[in-house]
């Protein structure tokens, strides 16, 4: 069956659709979890140290949250390598352009694989200046995320690079999201309208919430 | 009407092409766009010139041999098949762009013609029944649900011309495969193979070098016959149970 899976254009596409709607499961808790930051640093810090907490005493400190970094790491590698076979065979199906060119397919249609190399470019920058620190603006200090996030935000590169990749997500979920219903056969006439409409909420409901943070930063609202 | 027209020539599967251009006169908002090739080839073999080689068959649009990109689009400006498309759809003065389908899996054999036989090797690895059929048996002795039976026709109308194929800017072929396998996937006659043909039509469809589909929607919007765009979302279904029921690694 994995053989199967990975071989087939078909199924490499499901592996696509999973490993998206895992990532797509986690932003909207990291969404929800971010907007604490308009309460104030001692809830802000104090649910980032929950999170490393969380599952004890069953679980050992900071286990869940490594459970979870394994987890998506292995959904964002499963995702950019099959999207870039996939990628790679539709090219090579299509070498010829028609010489009469018109304009095809949405813009999120179209950007999805610009879309999503600027998302990876984006993952890789972002534990770097929030997790690790190693291009964080100056004085990162680990377990002192809020001052952190202030920091990041209170350099304009820090936000503008935060920003449009946030504006790729919205893109890239809203054609992404209906896409993985028809990829996993869980589409139909009738469901047509919902997946479209709850593509479009999500992708919205991110990318706002995502973005309200450093504008809230840059605006004085959160300092 | 008088007409400006640019057609892709090319000599064989080997040679370079370029766009040539033509002008023509004389054309009746009544004919069709074949008719009105038929009247730039007289007039070319009148010159001498070798006339424009394009497919083309019952000319009543249900066999799918015609097959050109007119302006951009698979089959033209209408929803219907090439030969069933009609000059009124143009303008006096027009100029139009005639392309052959562009796919790897369907090589230039000359001018606008193009080698679909990846089609037949795709229905050849599994879109038939095995049962032998003999003389149309009575209507009423298997039962279909009416759901599943319009179902199954709709998908029945693929006529395989590959304007699907032309349209996907990823050259695939999902709504063409994806028509074929639902049509018998859904009755009760083709139950017996339901996971070995779709799984085995989807892998000689990657096999031929076709693309993959991202949902762009194009081929449903091409598809003389209107095929809709769930047919694949059928497939997918089809394909992930026929994985797990199958037992093939
Ligand atoms: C590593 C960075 C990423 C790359 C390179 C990437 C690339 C792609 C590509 C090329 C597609 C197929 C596009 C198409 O079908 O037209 C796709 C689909 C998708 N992506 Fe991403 N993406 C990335 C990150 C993400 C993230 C962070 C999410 C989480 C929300 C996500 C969710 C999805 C979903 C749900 C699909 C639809 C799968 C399907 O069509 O069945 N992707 N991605
Ligand atoms: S699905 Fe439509 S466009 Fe594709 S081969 Fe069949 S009839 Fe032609
Ligand atoms: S010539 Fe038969 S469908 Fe057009």
Same mark, same amino acid.
């Given at each position: 069956?994995?053989? $199967?899976?990975?071989?087939?254009?078909?199924?490499?596409?499901? +592996?696509?659709?999973? @490993?998206?709607?895992? !990532?797509?499961?986690?932003?909207?808790?990291?969404?929800?979890?971010?907007?604490?930051?308009?309460?104030?640093?001692?809830?802000?810090?104090?649910?980032?140290?929950?999170?490393?907490?969380?599952?004890?005493?069953?679980?050992?400190?900071?286990?869940?949250?490594?459970?979870?970094?394994?987890?998506?790491?292995?959904?964002?590698?499963?995702?950019?390598?099959?999207?870039?076979?996939? @990628?790679?065979?539709?090219?090579?199906?299509?070498?010829?352009?028609?010489?009469?060119?018109?304009?095809? /397919? @949405?813009?999120?249609?179209?950007?999805?694989?610009?879309?999503?190399?600027?998302?990876?470019?984006?993952?890789?920058?972002?534990?770097?200046?929030? $997790?690790?620190? $190693? +291009?964080?603006?100056?004085?990162?200090?680990?377990?002192?995320?809020?001052?952190?996030?202030?920091?990041?935000?209170?350099?304009?590169?820090?936000?503008? +690079?935060?920003?449009?990749?946030?504006?790729?997500?919205?893109?890239?979920?809203?054609?992404?999201?209906?896409?993985?219903?028809? $990829?996993?056969?869980?589409?139909?006439?009738?469901?047509?309208?919902?997946?479209?409409?709850?593509?479009?909420?999500?992708?919205?409901?991110? /990318?706002?919430?995502?973005?309200?943070?450093?504008?809230?930063? !840059?605006?004085?609202?959160?300092? | 009407?008088?007409?400006?027209?640019?057609?892709?020539?090319?000599?064989?599967?080997?040679?370079?092409?370029?766009?040539?251009?033509?002008?023509?006169?004389?054309?009746?908002?009544?004919?069709?766009?074949?008719?009105?090739?038929?009247?730039?080839?007289?007039?070319?073999?009148?010159?001498?010139?070798?006339?424009?080689?394009?497919?083309?068959?019952?000319?009543?649009?249900?066999?799918?041999?015609?097959?050109?990109?007119?302006?951009?689009?698979?089959?033209?400006?209408?929803?219907?098949?090439?030969?069933?498309?009609?000059?009124?759809?143009?303008?006096?003065?027009? &100029?139009?762009?005639?392309?052959?389908?562009?796919?790897?899996?369907?090589?230039?054999?000359?001018?606008?013609?193009?080698?679909?036989?990846?089609?037949?090797?795709?229905?050849?690895?599994?879109?038939?029944? &095995?049962?032998?059929?003999?003389?149309?048996?009575?209507?009423?002795?298997?039962?279909?649900?009416?759901?599943?039976?319009?179902?199954?026709?709709?998908?029945?109308?693929?006529?395989?011309?590959?304007?699907?194929?032309?349209?996907?800017?990823?050259?695939?072929?999902?709504?063409?495969?994806?028509?074929?396998?639902?049509?018998?996937?859904?009755?009760?006659?083709?139950?017996?193979?339901?996971?070995?043909?779709?799984?085995?039509?989807?892998?000689?469809?990657?096999?031929?070098?076709?693309?993959?589909?991202?949902?762009?929607?194009?081929?449903?919007?091409?598809?003389?016959?209107?095929?809709?765009?769930?047919?694949?979302?059928?497939?997918?279904?089809?394909?992930?149970?026929? &994985?797990?029921?199958?037992?093939?690694?």
């Amino acid at each position: 069956m994995t053989r $199967t899976m990975w071989d087939s254009s078909v199924g490499k596409k499901t +592996v696509m659709a999973v @490993s998206g709607l895992i !990532m797509l499961a986690y932003l909207v808790v990291h969404m929800l979890g971010n907007l604490k930051i308009f309460f104030g640093s001692d809830d802000f810090n104090h649910y980032a140290h929950w999170l490393r907490t969380l599952g004890e005493p069953f679980l050992h400190y900071e286990w869940a949250l490594w459970i979870i970094r394994v987890v998506l790491v292995a959904a964002v590698v499963a995702h950019a390598v099959s999207a870039y076979q996939l @990628s790679r065979r539709d090219l090579r199906a299509r070498p010829t352009k028609y010489v009469h060119k018109k304009p095809r /397919t @949405s813009y999120a249609t179209r950007t999805m694989r610009w879309g999503g190399v600027i998302l990876g470019l984006f993952i890789v920058w972002h534990i770097l200046d929030l $997790t690790t620190g $190693t +291009v964080h603006p100056d004085g990162f200090q680990s377990g002192h995320p809020y001052q952190n996030v202030i920091d990041t935000f209170s350099t304009w590169y820090g936000s503008v +690079v935060y920003i449009v990749a946030m504006l790729a997500l919205g893109l890239h979920i809203r054609h992404g999201f209906w896409s993985a219903a028809q $990829t996993l056969g869980v589409g139909s006439r009738t469901r047509d309208r919902a997946f479209k409409t709850i593509a479009n909420a999500l992708a919205l409901v991110l /990318t706002v919430g995502f973005i309200a943070v450093p504008v809230g930063v !840059m605006t004085g609202v959160v300092s | 009407m008088k007409l400006t027209l640019r057609v892709w020539r090319q000599q064989n599967a080997d040679a370079d092409g370029a766009m040539s251009t033509y002008d023509v006169d004389d054309i009746s908002a009544d004919m069709s766009f074949l008719e009105m090739l038929d009247t730039l080839n007289e007039e070319l073999i009148l010159r001498g010139d070798d006339p424009v080689a394009f497919d083309h068959d019952c000319r009543e649009g249900i066999c799918g041999a015609c097959s050109l990109v007119i302006n951009g689009d698979a089959h033209g400006p209408e929803r219907t098949t090439t030969c069933q498309l009609h000059m009124r759809s143009f303008e006096d003065g027009d &100029t139009i762009d005639i392309e052959p389908w562009r796919a790897s899996a369907f090589p230039v054999v000359k001018d606008l013609v193009v080698d679909r036989s990846a089609f037949d090797r795709i229905i050849q690895a599994g879109g038939y029944v &095995t049962a032998p059929t003999g003389a149309a048996p009575e209507a009423h002795a298997t039962p279909v649900p009416k759901p599943d039976a319009d179902f199954a026709f709709e998908n029945a109308e693929c006529i395989g011309c590959g304007a699907c194929v032309a349209a996907c800017p990823n050259g695939a072929a999902m709504l063409f495969t994806s028509a074929k396998v639902n049509h018998l996937n859904v009755l009760p006659q083709g139950a017996p193979e339901r996971e070995t043909r779709v799984l085995d039509m989807v892998a000689q469809m990657d096999e031929e070098g076709f693309g993959g589909c991202t949902l762009a929607g194009e081929c449903a919007t091409a598809c003389p016959k209107g095929i809709p765009l769930v047919s694949i979302t059928g497939m997918n279904k089809e394909w992930l149970r026929a &994985t797990r029921k199958s037992g093939r690694r």
